[in-house]
């Protein structure tokens, strides 16, 4: 009851008050609703991540191990599996054609990779611009790699012919040399087919990379009197580390698997001037049914690809260095 002239007052719990509004638990209430609640959420989120490590581990992990396997063993493909414990290691490494395959694998993958970076970089800023017309030109670009490899091969291949070829229909001499009989010649083929043909997807990816880059750096360049190509060297370049980084890995992981364009164009010759291993390892399998040398080369592909996506990844240092520089 209160007398005339007081003011009621709500009654307050004297636990509440001394707690004060600010209490951890409070606190942790609000940060529990902003957050979806409890680790509930958390599980839920969890479970997402399932159905893509089920397939990695039946479409990743199970074939490596069946290939790793099967390496210690003798097959041809049809008949019964016996073991055969490290012969086919001993032979395959013995083998004095493995360091010549190595090599040309090498060289492609080195050649094609300083081919196509400079160019990939400059068509993909290039088509960063604004302006209408580089959207055309974006999808005028990107056709090479809708393209089958063993189409692109076989246009080149008839292109290049000495005898019906281009050169002969054009009265060109220069076009009209043995391109895929003379092994120079052949690997310089390879080298410029695979460029064309994948020019447009690093392309793509450096266009991504250059519109994340600030406006505002470009301005205050402009303003200090930097003109454009100093502006590309001092601040493009620079911002697409990362992006190089992940460029350069696609490009050098995915220079191990070439095998149809190879096979199309030159069918790993003249000679062995254009055998890489993925060439070598589909023909001691499937055409000298050796399959578990055959599997040590696919091995060896697979050691190779992680010891250079390590290293590369290496060298572009963190993930929070890189998302840290793109702010």
Do not use: C
């Not at 990743?60 to 191990?65: A, E, F, Q, R, T």
């Amino acid at each position: 009851m209160t007398s005339p002239g007081q003011v009621a007052t709500p009654r307050t719990d004297p636990a509440a008050v001394a707690a004060g509004p600010g209490t951890t638990g409070d606190r942790g209430r609000a940060a529990a609703r902003r957050t979806g609640g409890s680790s509930h959420g958390t599980g839920a989120v969890s479970w997402m991540v399932v159905p893509a490590l089920l397939m990695f581990v039946v479409f990743g992990v199970v074939p490596l191990i069946g290939v790793l396997v099967l390496s210690f063993t003798q097959w041809d493909g049809l008949g019964a599996i016996r073991p055969a414990g490290a012969s086919n290691w001993r032979a395959v490494l013995s083998d004095p054609a493995l360091p010549h395959t190595i090599w040309v694998t090498f060289e492609i993958m080195i050649l094609s990779w300083a081919a196509q970076t400079p160019l990939s970089l400059l068509i993909g800023t290039f088509l960063a611009g604004r302006q209408r017309y580089r959207g055309w030109l974006a999808v005028l670009f990107f056709v090479p790699l809708l393209l089958s490899s063993a189409a692109i091969a076989i246009t080149y291949k008839a292109l290049l012919d000495p005898n019906f070829g281009l050169g002969a229909g054009l009265k060109v001499g220069f076009l009209t040399q043995d391109w895929l009989g003379r092994s120079g010649l052949a690997l310089g083929v390879v080298i410029f087919v695979v460029s064309w043909q994948f020019i447009p997807f690093h392309s793509l990816i450096y266009q991504g990379g250059v519109r994340q880059i600030p406006t505002s750096m470009y301005e205050a360049a402009e303003i200090d009197g930097a003109g454009r190509v100093r502006q590309f060297f001092s601040i493009t370049v620079p911002q697409l580390k990362y992006t190089i980084i992940t460029s350069s890995t696609l490009m050098v992981v995915g220079s191990l698997t070439f095998f149809d364009l190879i096979f199309v164009l030159t069918a790993g010759g003249p000679g062995d001037a254009t055998r890489v291993l993925a060439l070598d390892m589909y023909k001691r399998g499937f055409q000298a049914n050796l399959m578990g040398p055959a599997s040590v080369i696919a091995v060896l592909l697979v050691l190779i690809g992680l010891a250079l996506a390590l290293l590369l990844r290496r060298l572009g240092g963190s993930t929070t260095a890189s998302q840290q520089e793109g702010a």
